[in-house]
Structures are given as C-alpha cells and as structure tokens.
C-alpha cells in the first residue's frame, strides 16, 4: 500500500523534500551525523520524518535538513517550503519571494504587465478548481493539495509585482 504524503502537512512536506533532493534520506542522515555529533541511522530518519509512533523529528534538525537541501542542486527552491506550511497551519502565512533582477523603468513596467497576466492564468486555475472542489460541499486531502500551492503561487506573485511598483517609484520615474 503507497502512503499519501499532503502538501498542508509540515512534516510531509519536509519527508517529500528530503527524498526528493540528490541522495535522499541516506545522505540526509549522513549530513545530519556529521552536523550534530551524533549518529542518527537513515530508518530512524525516516521514521522521525513520517512521525512513526509519535516520534517525529525537531525544527531544529529540520533547519539542518533545510541547510542541506540547499547545498544540494536544485533544493534552494523548495528546501524551506515545510516551514511555509508549518506557519500556514498555526495560521502564520508566509511567503518565500525569491530576488529581484535589477532592472530600468521599462523592465519594471514589462515586469509588472507580465506578472499581472500570470496572476491572471492563477486566478482562472484557482477559479476551475475551487468549482470543482465546492461541488460536493466536502473539501478533500487531494482537492486542498491542488489549492494550496496556486493560492501561494498566487500570493508570490503578488508580493513580486509590489515590489516592481515599489521599485520604479523609488527611481522616481
């Protein structure tokens, strides 16, 4: 039987994190071994990242996991994403906003034209699915997987285009 691991869990998504990125749970337990002094097996990893009886792993070690991730090619882009749901499930509501090009006045306002025609193409997804959703009156697992990340996507975007308005002002154009 495969286990479902939900993107509005923090642990689930820390778990889906870890074994996505270059080496899994083994090197994870490796780096983890050598980062705190202290032997941790990959099975016991594993059974503290899926809460097995109760025992589930600590923020910190979850911040080191986090540390990890980030060295790893292509983990910078969702190493931290277990804290976002952590904050959203204590109704704390944060949002990574990766670096701004820098640009002119006109890569601004391009910027900001395009940001509005993907926050456009969000608003239609997040339109479909919520109809979709709402049908039955009952919100499932699968169904609040498929909404979360475009609300957040969504929210990304809108922080990036204030700070594009933001940034022109500031040049005084």
Not at 153 to 163: G, K, N
Request: proline share 2%.
């Amino acid at each position: 039987m495969t286990l479902h691991y939900s993107n509005t869990d923090w642990l689930d998504v820390l778990y889906n994190s870890v074994r996505r990125t270059q080496g899994g749970v083994v090197d994870a337990a490796r780096y983890l071994t050598e980062r705190r002094g202290r032997s941790i097996h990959p099975e016991s990893l594993r059974a503290k990242l899926r809460a097995v009886n109760g025992d589930e792993i600590s923020v910190s070690m979850a911040e080191i996991l986090s540390e990890w991730m980030e060295e790893k090619e292509g983990g910078k882009e969702y190493a931290w994403d277990w804290l976002l749901v952590m904050n959203a499930q204590r109704g704390i509501h944060v949002d990574y906003v990766p670096a701004a090009p820098i640009g002119g006045w006109d890569d601004e306002c391009k910027a900001l034209q395009e940001k509005f025609l993907l926050i456009s193409e969000k608003w239609g997804q997040i339109a479909a699915a919520t109809s979709a959703t709402v049908q039955d009156n009952v919100i499932e697992q699968k169904e609040a997987d498929q909404l979360v990340p475009l609300f957040r996507d969504t929210r990304i975007l809108l922080h990036r285009s204030e700070r594009n308005v933001l940034r022109a002002v500031e040049k005084g154009r």
